[in-house]
Each structure stands twice: as C-alpha cells, then as structure tokens.
C-alpha cells in the first residue's frame, strides 16, 4: 500500500483516538498538519494542551501548549476558515518550551497541536472549545 | 497503615451508619409526632474536625416553601445516577418514608399538602441556631458558604447585597466562594470583598487581561482546627462570564481550570495540609468529573446545581456533599483525621423546619433591621394563586411560576413567544397563598432583569434552545453550565436528550395557531436576562407584577408543550 499524506494523517488519528482523544480535524488543518510532519506518523505523548472547555469570549480565547522536549509546536483552530494559529520554535537553550497566546475561535471545534520533539518524532493533543452564544445558568 | 480499600469501608460504613440512624430517623419521628428540634439536631460527635456546608442562599433571609424537582434529568455517565433521582425513585434510593418530613423536605409529590404539615423551611436566623448547636459541639467547627449568597431578593438588589453581608457576618462564616455577587458588577464584590472579615477564595478567579491569579481572591486559606492543619481551598461558578453577564465584571476570567486546582492541592500538601476541603460552586455533576481528575481532595462541598443530597457521594477518596439552596439545608461534616490523612467520616443534612426550630433572636433582630425599611413595599399583596395552583421554578424544562412569568411576557410586550431562563433559585407559593411583591422579586431579582422584546427568525430561536439545551445536556459535564433549560412560552418542541447539539430539538410549534415554526419567518420574542449589554426594556418584576394584578386570581393551564424523549 502506498502510503499518503492523508493516510498517514488518518493513521494519526486513529492513534489518538486509541488513546481516548476525540479529534475532528477539517481538510485545510489535515493538509497543514501534513505538511508539518512531511506525512510521518502523529502519536500522543510529551505535548499538553492547555485550553478552557467554553471560552468566555470566542473571540480571545486563551491556550498555552508545552512540551519538554519539543524543538517546535504548531496550534491549529481547526475550525477556522483558516486553521492556523502560530507555529512556536525552541532552540536548545530554552529555558522551557512552553508557549501561551490567544486566539479566535470561529465556533465551537478543537484546537489542536502539534509538536515535532528533538528525535523527530511528532505527538498531538487536541482539546475541543465550545463557543455558545451563553445566559440562563443559575 | 490504612489502605485505600480500608478507607472506602470505614467511610461508607460511616456513612451507611449515619444512613440509617440519623438521616431514616426523620421518618420514624414523623410517625411518632415527635419531630424536635433536639432530635432535629441530634449528632454523635464524631473525629477531630466538623464542618458546617451552606450554600445558594439566594438572598432568602425569612423562612420560605421551596420544592425540590420532579425532573431532574442525568445524561452520558450520569444518567440515573443522584443527583439526578427524584420521586419515588429518590425516597426508595434512600429508604424514605412517603409523607414524612424527609419526603417533604427532599422531594416534590404531594408538595402542598405536607407543607400543610410541616411548614416553612429556612430563614437565616434558624441556620444560626443549628451552627451554635454544631459550635457547641465543636467550638471550632468551620463554616463555610458556598456562594449565591447575595443575590435574589428585594432586599438584596436595593442594597446591592447589604443585607446579605450584615447577615451572614452575623453567623461568622470562616470562608466563602463566588457566583451571583459578581453581577453585582465588579466594582460593588471589590468593595464588599475587601470588607469582609472572613476568607473569599477562589482559585479559578483570575485577571481576564493577564491570565494569572487575581489577588483579591486568594485560591486557599490554612486553618489549625482540633490539632490538624486544614486546607480550604475555593472554586467559583467556572462560567461566570458566559451564564452571566461578563460586561459587569470584565476584569474577571474563571474557567474549571482543573490543573491549577492539581497545582494548589499538591502546593497545600507539600505545606503539610492534613485535610483538603475544596469550597465548590461547580455544580454536582463537575464536582463529580473534577473529583477523578484531580487527586488529593478529601471533601468537596458541592454548591450551584441546588441538590440536596442525604448522604455523600464517593469519588475515590473524595466525599461530595451537596446542602441544596435558599437556606433549606445545613450539612455537618464531622471528620477524623489521623496521621495526615482522613480515615472516616459521619454526615448529616439538616433540614431547617422553620417550626421546629427555635430562631436565635439576635439574629433575627439583624434580618429585621435590614427589612424595616422596605416592609411596607415588600409585603404588599399583588395577587394570590387559585385553590388548586402552585407556583413552583424547579424542574429541567418548566416550572409553573416561569409559566406564569412567560404568560405576563406574552400579554404584557404583545409577543408570540416568551422566554425565561433556566435558573434554579427561587422559593414555592402554595395554592390559595397571597403573591406579594416580595415573592415576585424572590424569583425575578436580578441586577439585568430588563425585559426585552426582539425579532428572531425561526432559525435563530433553533440555535438558541439547541445552544441552552447543550449546556444542559452535553454527555461531558464540564461542557455544561449548571441551568436548566430555557423555559418557553408561546411555543411547543420536541427534545431527544440524547443526541448532540444541532439535533436535540425537533417539532418546534408555534402554540397560537398550531403551526410549525418556519425557519425563515421572523416572530416577536420577548425575554429577560439577557447577558448582553445594552438590553432595554421594562423591569420583569414589574411586568410579572402587572399581570397578577390584572388577573387578581392565578390559575395556569397544565403545561404539555415540551415533550422529551432519551430519557
């Protein structure tokens, strides 16, 4: 079987998924990621994503990502017309390889990011955001 | 060395012991007529630490009716599982007597009757009694409000929460958490906050602008009672901003924030925190998930979702308890900690039978300072309900006072459509009870109770109960906001609890002429409490007001326009 980017972008998934990690990742943001990782397969390990479960405010919506042995980290709104977010760079002397931004979210969807670590290797977390229009809690 | 399977017997044992011979006494008593406060109160003191759990007052300072749901619906892992029991269902679970004082207190069948019988509950000078009974006991029990304190009275919005503050200062709370005071607006619970003379923690509290702490609300508090070292530790309502209106308090961000709650419990342990208390307004169901994430809480103090539950919920090692709302309930937590850790606990859900139990008269004379200036407003006598009418909020879909305040929407702004919203506080009128101003404000208060009158296609009306209906029912609890469902009026649906957002509500029908809602169509809706900025209209307290008056009687049609499935 050859092996594609979109399969190897699938096989990824599919790895997540083993590890309890739902992802819904739209065609734009499965090419971006492809072209992250080249089409290398996408496990889970040393990557966390930190973001809210409803963004009080869809459009700033904060998320920090670390990872101890990442040289990059790419985030993706995956539900944004345009899915990509920012791709954060750590050289050897960074004190720690972690990052926090804000970003818009056009609706409710994953955030999702990558990280490529310092044997090459890429892992994936993704955390999904809800943006409600809001009121009536008491 | 006691081993986590140890823990477990020890505690539930505890708890099955107290099951029985505490909390099943109510109902014996009932049948013997011997309901006093003495046995009301009656505890064996047990361990080394108690403490003392209310929660969602919601401003009620004078004894009221409040009944508990009679649909309480559970979805994903927590479907049938408490708090979402009720009924029948809930007095089996709990081995409770039909027609006794528990039933009367912790469900709603026969609701008006057996208040007959049993009375009002609450009142904030009744609690003062039960906590000096506890304070005698243990004179340095820690008491500790879970918020929703100041907020849901006349009273309480005319001074901006006053009374509630003067009160609960007077009962000697140790710490407290946050919810409704912050629509006060941020400058007013700065004030406050700044004042009060006990701890106002929130470790989810943070400063929108930077994302960190914000100072003004420390995440914990130490305390040294009976030879250990407790830790409480504070966690507001996470989604303040979204359920509420965020533009009265924009210098405040909040969210679970579940690992910086790891980060606290482990930064108190590493303190030499014997006991960890967590002081919740997460509601149950969050309570629950956040117990199996984050390890090393001992007691969570569950507030916001207004359950009453008789004995704790086990999570691992964590005890949830949850005390219910309007000043009904004091939970007595008594522990024993040994060797840095908590080996047993026994429990108690007092419920406040504003008859039985004997006010503690100074602080009575502080809610009745508070009243005097308002007493002639506050009791005036707008209407009264029909022989045969209760009006009641709770419930996951309608209540009968929202049917009535989305009848005064309706004919008073000239609408097709009303809506109200989900919210959980606010007490019971029993039939043929005078309404008066101050029962109309009990479930209207608010500091944004504009009534508003807008155009929505049938489209946008969809996205709004789909939006509401998935902060309800979404399978994953800390995707849910703790409300119930926005009540309607003017319109029928369909709803399948069990599907995701987008294709819960089905069969949208617009009630005067029997039509399908229409896409499309544009149709005159009128609401309150909306969280935007800006809204105009009159107060609803006023709309609702005018409406009784114009009835004089209040005598609803039975409410069958929401039919649910999934369940």
Known sequence: MELTRRNAIAMGAGALLIAGLPIRVSAAAEDAIA???????????????????????????????????????????????????????????AGSRAASTRIRLAGTQDVVAVAKLEDGSFVQASSTVKVTIGGCGG | MISRRDFMQTSM????????SGFGNWSRLAAQQLMTQDKLLEFDTFGNVSLIHITDIHAQLKPIYFREPSVNIGVGGNKGAVPHVTGADFRKLYGIDDGSPSAYALT?????????????????????????????DRPDALLLDGGDTWHGSYTCYHTQGQDMVNVMNALKPDAMTFHWEFTLGSDRVNEIVEGLPFAALGQNIFDAEWDEPAELFPPYKFFERGGVKIAVIGQAFPYMPIANPGWMFPEYSFGIRDENMQAMVDDVRSQGAELVVCLSHNGFDVDKQMAGKVTGIDVILSGHTHD?????????ETIIV????????????????????MMGFRHKLIPIFSDVITPDAEVTKVIDAQREPYADVLSEVIGRTADDQMLYRRGNFNGTWDDLICDALISEREADIALSPGVRWGPSILPGQDITREDIWNVTSMSYGEAYRTE?????????????????????PYYQQGGDMVRVGGLGYRIDVTKPQGDRITEMTLLKTGEAIDPTKTYQIAGWASVNEGTEGPAIWDVVEAHIAKQGTISLDPNNSVKVVGI
Do not use: C
Not at chain 1, 55 to 61: I, K, R, S
Not at chain 2, 308 to 316: F, H, N, Q, S, Y
């Open chain 1, 35 to 93: 072209a992250f990782t080249g089409g290398a397969e996408v496990g889970a390990g040393d990557i966390s994503l930190t973001a809210p479960e409803i963004a009080e405010n869809g459009n700033t919506v904060p998320i920090e990502v670390s990872s101890d042995t990442a040289v990059e980290i790419m985030v993706l709104a995956t539900g944004n017309p345009t899915p990509g977010v920012a791709t954060f760079k750590f050289g050897k002397l």
């Open chain 2, 13 to 20: 044992a505890a708890a099955a012991l107290y099951g029985s």
């Open chain 2, 108 to 136: 709603h069948d026969d609701f008006s009757a057996l208040a007959q019988s049993y009375g009002r509950v609450g009142g904030l000078d009744r609690v003062s009694t039960v906590i000096n009974s506890i304070r005698a």
């Open chain 2, 308 to 316: 009453a539950l008789p004995e704790p919920v086990l999570v691992g």
């Open chain 2, 322 to 341: 949850a005390s219910g709302s309007n000043g009904k309930f004091v939970s007595r937590v008594d522990l024993d900690v040994r060797d840095g850790r």
């Open chain 2, 456 to 476: 929505m296609t049938g489209e946008f009306l969809h996205v709004v109960l789909e939006d509401v209906a998935d902060n309800l029912f979404n399978p994953d």
